[in-house]
């Protein structure tokens, strides 16, 4: 049974940091693409950020560029997601997809101002 486990989120003040860290079970990762995705309370689900299999190509939301950053470690089967500057409009559930269609059960992340 693949699972996808999300954690590091929590409640933190605007610009401030927070790592969050997406560990895989079941099935490896490092050949797939890995995304981590965000839901804010009455928005839409936002893609973040992605990172390709091997870590060489990363995208990021235009909301985001320059505050997170995506990495993995194939080794460990996790994919990290370095939030930086954080503001209150992060405030959402983040999750992680891997590309084989698995989803995690997502981390609240809370900004207050």
């Known amino acids: 049974q693949v699972q996808l486990v999300e954690s590091g989120g929590g409640l933190v003040q605007a610009g401030g940091s927070l790592r969050l860290s997406c560990a895989a079970s079941g099935r490896t990762i490092n050949m797939y693409t890995m995304r981590w995705f965000r839901r804010a309370p009455g928005k839409e689900r936002e893609l973040v950020a992605t990172?390709?299999?091997?870590?060489?190509?990363?995208y990021y939301a235009e909301s985001v560029k320059g505050r997170f950053t995506i990495s993995r470690d194939n080794a460990k089967n996790t994919v990290y997601l370095q939030m930086n500057s954080l503001k209150p409009e992060d405030t959402a559930v983040y999750s992680c997809?891997?590309?084989?269609?698995?989803w995690g059960q997502g981390t609240q992340v809370t900004v207050s101002s």
């Open positions: 997809y891997a590309d084989f269609g698995s």
């Open positions: 990172i390709n299999w091997s870590g060489s190509t990363t």
